[in-house]
């Protein structure tokens, strides 16, 4: 739970007790977990949230990973979220996650929950997606670095994230 959460067990434990209070964004997504029904894809097999993308990459970015292996989970989460059938499991997915400690991931996280709202035919996007922090204040060019390859780039980027300064290729997202 402390995972699909994005805090730590010792956290969990503590707002349990009632030795600690948690935020409102860990709160939203305590109440989006509650609110899971009962046979929930979450129940019987490991899917990420953002909030567990959101860590990992926290996580990754203290360990100094490589780039292209912290957005292997960013695809992971993108593939995973169409097996998400309710809306009580896609809520749980959405909600905000904590910052990564790189406003570069935390803009792309943002531009990824909007794409998989707009892909999944959803009405809205999480309100958290258009907070100034999610937005960059220059162009980060995940896939394509050398300039020469700039205006591939940004044909080529998710609308979602292109609108926050991410240019990351839609081609990055598909399955092999």
């Given at each position: 739970?402390?995972?699909?959460?994005?805090?730590?067990?010792?956290?969990?434990?503590?707002?349990?007790?009632?030795?600690?209070?948690?935020?409102?964004?860990?709160?939203?997504?305590?109440?989006?977990?509650?609110?899971?029904?009962?046979?929930?894809?979450?129940?019987?097999?490991?899917?990420?949230?953002?909030?567990?993308?959101?860590?990992?990459?926290?996580?990754?970015?203290?360990?100094?990973?490589?780039?292209?292996?912290m957005?292997?989970?960013?695809?992971?989460?993108s593939?995973?979220?169409?097996?998400?059938t309710?809306?009580?499991?896609?809520?749980?997915?959405?909600?905000?996650?904590?910052?990564?400690?790189?406003?570069?991931?935390?803009?792309?996280?943002?531009g990824l929950?909007?794409?998989?709202?707009?892909?999944?035919?959803?009405?809205?996007?999480?309100?958290?997606?258009?907070?100034?922090?999610?937005?960059?204040d220059?162009?980060?060019?995940?896939?394509?670095?050398?300039?020469?390859?700039?205006?591939?780039?940004?044909?080529?980027?998710?609308?979602?994230?292109?609108?926050?300064?991410?240019?990351?290729?839609?081609?990055?997202?598909?399955?092999?």
């Amino acid at each position: 739970m402390a995972e699909l959460l994005g805090t730590s067990q010792a956290n969990v434990s503590a707002y349990e007790t009632g030795r600690l209070t948690p935020g409102p964004a860990v709160a939203a997504r305590i109440e989006a977990f509650t609110a899971l029904p009962d046979d929930t894809i979450y129940r019987d097999l490991w899917a990420p949230t953002l909030a567990s993308t959101a860590m990992q990459l926290r996580e990754d970015i203290r360990a100094g990973v490589g780039e292209s292996d912290m957005l292997r989970v960013i695809i992971q989460a993108s593939d995973d979220f169409p097996k998400l059938t309710t809306a009580a499991e896609r809520a749980f997915f959405l909600a905000e996650p904590g910052p990564t400690g790189d406003a570069r991931f935390d803009a792309l996280l943002a531009g990824l929950a909007v794409h998989l709202c707009r892909e999944a035919g959803m009405e809205s996007t999480p309100a958290w997606t258009r907070a100034p922090g999610r937005l960059l204040d220059e162009i980060c060019w995940f896939d394509s670095p050398a300039p020469s390859l700039h205006a591939l780039g940004l044909r080529d980027a998710v609308p979602a994230m292109r609108a926050r300064g991410v240019m990351f290729s839609r081609r990055n997202l598909e399955s092999v």
